[in-house]
T-cell receptor
Framework: DGGITQSPKYLFRKEGQNVTLSCEQN?????MYWYRQDPGQGLRLIYYSQIVNDFQKGDIAEGYSVSREKKESFPLTVTSAQKNPTAFYLCASSITHRGREQYFGPGTRLTVT | AQTVTQSQPEMSVQEAETVTLSCTYD???????LFWYKQPPSRQMILVIR??????QNATENRFSVNFQKAAKSFSLKISDSQLGDAAMYFCAYRREIGANNLFFGTGTRLTVIP
């Protein structure tokens, strides 16, 4: 089955530790995105990548980093510089950067204490 | 900057009845896309319906339809014959036609379906 996988579903970390969230897609999509969702809010864009080895900052990139070494993978690292890392993180992809629809993974709930 | 506003934090509907969720947006562009996404308790975002701004005809997908009023910058979602499985958070989203193609989301409307 084609789709987007994010693992793990729930992730717990201590404050001051970096943590990497996984996102993999087998849809052969060129573009991938990371969004953050907080309670009572819609999704906000962290980073996006239009092609391999290229990525751009979104609206709330501070404290986050990404890489895009393979077409199917777009991992997100939440660094210790992110002041409020506890949130629900969603990865998405689209066929190209001009693709109309974005398809979402199941998300990862990160809790930092 | 684009903003998307959903003024109804919560809505409820009787099973088999019809409900309309509201969405307004602000943009200075003429070409763009609008979407409604559904987020059930599993929290997976599921695309419900899409509307291209250049199309005058309102999009329809089975029991879901939109009322797109470009001049008023309004994009409401109508759910007919509501089912228990329709209960979820619904998000309205905007995407530019050119340039950065990320989605701008509203804050969502929580829909409850009453049996």
């Amino acid at each position: 089955d084609g789709g987007i996988t994010q693992s793990p579903k729930y992730l717990f970390r201590k404050e001051g530790q970096n943590v990497t969230l996984s996102c993999e897609q087998n849809l052969n999509h060129d573009a991938m995105y990371w969004y953050r969702q907080d309670p009572g809010q819609g999704l906000r864009l962290i980073y996006y990548s239009q092609i391999v080895n290229d990525f751009q900052k979104g609206d709330i990139a501070e404290g986050y980093s990404v890489s895009r070494e393979k077409k199917e993978s777009f991992p997100l690292t939440v660094t210790s510089a992110q002041k409020n890392p506890t949130a629900f993180y969603l990865c998405a992809s689209s066929i190209t950067h001009r693709g109309r629809e974005q398809y979402f993974g199941p998300g990862t709930r990160l809790t930092v204490t | 900057a684009q903003t998307v506003t959903q003024s109804q934090p919560e809505m409820s509907v009787q099973e088999a009845e019809t409900v309309t969720l509201s969405c307004t947006y602000d943009t200075s562009e003429s070409d763009y896309y609008l979407f409604w996404y559904k987020q059930p308790p599993s929290r997976q975002m599921i695309l419900v319906i899409r509307q291209e701004a250049y199309k005058q005809q309102n999009a329809t997908e089975n029991r879901f339809s939109v009322n797109f009023q470009k001049a008023a910058k309004s994009f409401s979602l109508k759910i007919s014959d509501s089912q228990l499985g329709d209960a979820a958070m619904y998000f309205c989203a905007y995407r530019r036609e050119i340039g950065a193609n990320n989605l701008f989301f509203g804050t969502g409307t929580r829909l409850t379906v009453i049996p």
